[in-house]
């Protein structure tokens, strides 16, 4: 179901992904109002809506459908502003399992090949996951095509660590603020040990608003990463949307170091950047988290890191809202655990802490 005011965007969105031949539009609506009735006709697996519009806007309309519909998906559709990053998180908060930035106005979303792009490739991705945790047939594939049920716990790596981390990495993308931040909030004292280091892939705007929510919510300083800044332990710094975020050594010092390369992976931010200068730089003291996420990004400098003597934990595919990047980090087999969402804190902290789990 697609929920936007403008019928230029609800016709082409709903066109787009037709022609895409991977899903079906079974309704579209022009307000929250109006889409929370259509729940009473239609029974959609996942809806875009808006945040701006008449009547109902999306955040109070959010709630009303996951009451209605507890298992649909719902993606958050917003132009980058600073308000509409800071809805769009707090809706993931409430139940969205994700977000797709918007152009800035009506003309751009019909000239932009890379908003048609990114919304049926996220899309695609969430539609997978969802069918593959159900066992049943990938989107645009026939209903016999079964797929296997996920795939078992890989073998983990051994769990004891050579040294004590000194820093904390965490990679993510699709279904990743409300992950990280689950994380990130359940590791009790252990967060004041070390810097905490985030990439999240995220567009300019939405990672300065995700670093306040993080704040807020984890109850540490966190903030937009800067070049030349030195990590302090107990801080959360976030890689700036449309950068890279590795580390550097100056005077003998381990710094931020933001640079505007190309995309790796597709991405910038990338979390492969980070990873391989954790790996150069501090090695076997770089303890990584790999969670939900679409794509492999990370996989390489997860390999780096592990040929370092560091450590690398991946989120399990069942509390996953994309196996992607954490899937193939296990299926290569360089995860030092994969673990149900809520049992990767636990499991940091003793890391952290010097244990063995």
């Known amino acids: 179901m697609v929920v936007d005011d403008s019928v230029v965007v609800r016709g082409l969105m709903a066109r787009w992904l037709?022609?895409?031949?991977?899903?079906?539009?079974v309704t579209t609506a022009s307000n929250g109002r109006a889409a929370v009735d259509a729940l009473d006709r239609v029974d959609p697996e996942i809806v875009l809506l808006d945040i701006d519009m008449p009547e109902l806007d999306g955040i109070s309309t959010l709630p009303l459908l996951l009451a209605k519909r507890p298992d649909i998906q719902v993606v958050m559709v917003s132009t980058l502003t600073q308000r509409n990053a800071d809805i769009s998180l707090r809706c993931m908060s409430l139940g969205a399992v994700d977000y797709l930035p918007?152009?800035?106005?009506?003309?751009?979303?019909?000239?932009s090949t890379s908003f048609r792009e990114e919304l049926v490739m996220k899309l695609q991705a969430l539609a997978t996951s969802r069918?593959?945790?159900?066992?049943?047939?990938?989107?645009?594939?026939?209903?016999?095509?079964?797929?296997?049920?996920?795939?078992?716990?890989?073998?983990?790596?051994?769990r004891a660590l050579a040294v004590a981390p000194r820093y904390l990495l965490v990679g993510a993308s699709t279904g990743g603020p409300k992950a990280v931040g689950e994380v990130l909030s359940h590791l009790g004292l252990a967060a004041q040990r070390v810097p905490i280091l985030v990439v999240q892939h995220m567009p300019p705007v939405f990672t300065s608003a995700f670093a306040d929510h993080l704040r807020t919510q984890v109850g540490l300083p966190a903030k937009e990463g800067a070049h030349g800044e030195r990590p302090l332990a107990g801080h959360i710094y976030v890689a700036p949307g449309g950068r890279h975020m590795g580390l550097a050594k100056e005077n003998g010092q381990i710094v931020l170091r933001?640079?505007?390369?190309?995309?790796?992976?597709?991405?910038?931010?990338?979390?492969?950047?980070?990873?391989?200068?954790?790996?150069?730089?501090?090695?076997?003291?770089?303890?990584?988290?790999?969670?939900?996420g679409m794509g492999s990004d990370g996989t390489h400098g997860a390999k780096a890191l592990v040929e370092a003597g560091g450590a690398v934990v991946v989120q399990d595919e069942a509390t996953s809202t994309v196996w992607g990047m954490p899937g193939s980090i296990a299926k290569a087999g360089l995860a030092h655990d994969v673990l149900p969402?809520?049992?990767?804190a636990p499991a940091l902290k003793t890391l952290m802490t010097g244990g063995a789990a």
């Open 102 to 111: 918007k152009p800035e106005s009506n003309r751009h979303v019909t000239t």
């Open 258 to 292: 933001l640079d505007d390369g190309p995309q790796v992976n597709f991405c910038r931010p990338a979390v492969d950047v980070l990873f391989r200068d954790a790996a150069a730089l501090i090695g076997a003291s770089a303890l990584s988290v790999v969670l939900t």
């Open 131 to 158: 069918r593959r945790r159900l066992g049943q047939a990938e989107p645009g594939r026939p209903a016999a095509a079964r797929l296997a049920a996920p795939m078992p716990r890989p073998s983990p790596r051994p």
């Open 18 to 25: 037709e022609e895409s031949g991977a899903f079906q539009v």
């Open 341 to 344: 969402l809520q049992e990767i």
